[in-house]
């Protein structure tokens, strides 16, 4: 399975709530910080909420 590679690029400064929820699930929480995740529709569901404050790139395994 792929693998996406999450960078936060933005502040979740002014963010609601739902959002500053999905950064924490995806292991974000300050500018810069990155993770890799499976590529799964959970995870798609979360990137969506927070497209504007991060990155995604695909990672080869």
Same mark, same amino acid.
């Given at each position: 399975?792929?693998?996406?590679?999450?960078?936060?690029?933005? #502040?979740?400064?002014?963010g609601?709530?739902?959002?500053?929820?999905?950064l924490q #699930?995806?292991? &974000?929480?300050?500018?810069?910080? #990155?993770?890799?995740?499976?590529?799964?529709?959970?995870?798609?569901?979360?990137?969506?909420?927070?497209?504007? &404050? *991060?990155? *995604?790139?695909?990672?080869?395994?």
């Amino acid at each position: 399975m792929a693998k996406l590679k999450i960078t936060q690029t933005r #502040s979740k400064i002014g963010g609601k709530e739902k959002q500053h929820a999905a950064l924490q #699930s995806l292991g &974000l929480g300050r500018i810069g910080k #990155s993770t890799v995740r499976e590529d799964r529709p959970e995870v798609r569901g979360q990137i969506t909420i927070v497209a504007h &404050l *991060v990155s *995604v790139e695909e990672v080869a395994e």
